[in-house]
């Protein structure tokens, strides 16, 4: 059975070099934390002095450099409606 979500690899050099693929776009970057939509998720990387060396929105490839203190996957969910909940 063939997977219908996309490949992403993540290489993380010495908290200093972070190689992304899959990214399907960059949603915001600042010096101490970016936000990328990935396939299915958003990936949130947390740290100081981050900096984009590279990014290659067809190919999906990513890579920032800096001090990197944290990544976090957020899942996309479908948000629900208010009166479903109500009326389960």
Do not use: W
Not at 13 to 29: A, F, I, P, W, Y
Not at 44 to 59: H, N, P, T, Y
Request: net charge positive; with cysteine.
């Amino acid at each position: 059975m063939e997977s219908l979500e996309k490949k992403q690899t993540l290489t993380l050099e010495n908290r200093q070099k972070l190689t992304l693929s899959g990214v399907l776009k960059v949603d915001s970057v600042s010096p101490a934390s970016l936000a990328l939509s990935l396939h299915g998720c958003k990936l949130m990387i947390v740290g100081s002095a981050l900096e984009v060396k590279r990014f290659d929105q067809g190919a999906g490839l990513f890579e920032v450099t800096g001090r990197i203190d944290a990544l976090k996957y957020i899942d996309r969910r479908e948000p629900e409606n208010l009166l479903k909940k109500i009326f389960k």
